[in-house]
């Protein structure tokens, strides 16, 4: 045994190698299933024949309830209003973010680095929180709960990670481009539409589709904002006790498809730039 | 800047709570902590729960990817951000559903007779831990992933040539190194989970209310704001107390770049 022991490990060590991976590998898999588990239950359910409102068992195929899609009218109008703010909240937060972006990452300011601290506190903050404090601001100022109310909640809590994303672009560009450009002529005007914008635009863009997802699932800081006004995570939501109607999932289904392929262009055009 | 301005807001919050009374009423804070002790202290220890259930799951995720991913690191990570292309309350309800007691997976197998009728998940602490380690999984890996893809393999390289075993290379390199991206995950996890309101209303029945169930409850059904912003603020405090420490320690960089990403 003894002499066995001896020299076990050496001839071993590879197999045992290529297990421990392995098995890391099938983990991984694992994880993945998991979290894939419940999408799949969604789309699986949005092709559901179920006779009644509960979408609860499975009845048979049917393609029915994508012809149906907007028959349920609160629901279109809910879809509707996150859509629109969505994109209101992508331009504008957008807009602001870029800015900070990029001074924090080319300027140095009195406050920068409370800044920093503000950000980092923003996106670290609980957002059942932001949306307490949004919602005692609106209460104590009087400002009636709305559409409005969700816009300005929505670009304040995207504002930061739009400007995180093109900081990290900022920060890898060579000045020494914006200064050639002066050098030949350009304003401080020309410079940025012509030199310093196409250069982040990337990060801009890939900025602007994170405030649009975030807007568009965002709950909480919504549900603390809206007042009578009513978004798609909102109706879902309200809908719960009752059991959400199959109409539901095929509005997910096709918010995740776009979602999906949105991401998967971005990266294939990101991969065509730097090739 | 917009940044500002929420930071003052925040601020006010604690104002709300004065303004309404118009004394400094610290009465409203001792009464809602001790109301709602239970709820606090729930909330930490599932945050805690999920978190360290994140940690196991993710640890050896992030580890294969950074490590075993080859070529196709980026596909495993865009599959691991998957459930972010559908709402978050959507995936909560989805679960609900997957776990309901007479549902697609506990239906079948009490069909089959290999779970007794009475069996059920949902309503069940384990049930809203495991929905808030699911939701929140992402922002584990992915730190945690950003810190082991950055390890220089030299540095592995050079702790075999000084004989270390496989062990004592992942104990006294990769680990250590590793433990920024661990604190970040940590962080960016626990505040969602202990403060979310979502998993344990849609999964944990009414026996698992935290106390983001109890604020929003005050804020929007009761109304009772006072209780409301002192409540809001406690949680701020306590978590905003653990994010400076940690701000203090570590830096803030390591969250920063990750959530760049």
Known sequence: MTTLSGTEPATKRRPRRLTGSRLLHIHTWLVIGWLCLPIAVMILFGFNDTKSRFNTTWQGFTFKWYG???????????????????LLTTLIAGMLGTLIGIALGRYRFRGQGALNVVLFAAISCAEIVIGAALLSLFITMNVPLGFWTILVAHVMFCIPFVSLTVRARVLTLDPALEEAARDLGAGTWTTFRLVTLPMIFPAVLSGGLLAFALSIDDFIITNFTAGSTITFPLWIWGSTKAGSPPQVNVMGTLIFVAGVALAVLNALYARRRRA | MPMFVMLSLSLQQGDVV?????????QTYIEGIRTYDEQIIRSLGYGLAACLLQLAIGYPMAYWIAFHGGSRKSSYLFLLLLPFFVSFVLRTISWHFVLADDGIVLGTLKGFGLLPEDFHVLATTGAVIGGLAYNFLPFMVLPLYVALERIDPALIEASYDLYASRVQAFLRVIFPLSLPGAFAGVLMTFVPASSDYVNSSVLGGTHNTMIGNVIQNQYLVAQDYPIAAALSFTLMALLLVGIFLYARALGTEDVLEASAR
């Open chain 1, 68 to 86: 149906r899609l907007f028959e349920i009218e609160d629901l279109t109008k809910a879809l509707g209003n996150s859509l629109l703010i969505g």
């Open chain 2, 18 to 26: 004065e303004g309404y009374r118009l004394t400094w009423h610290w």
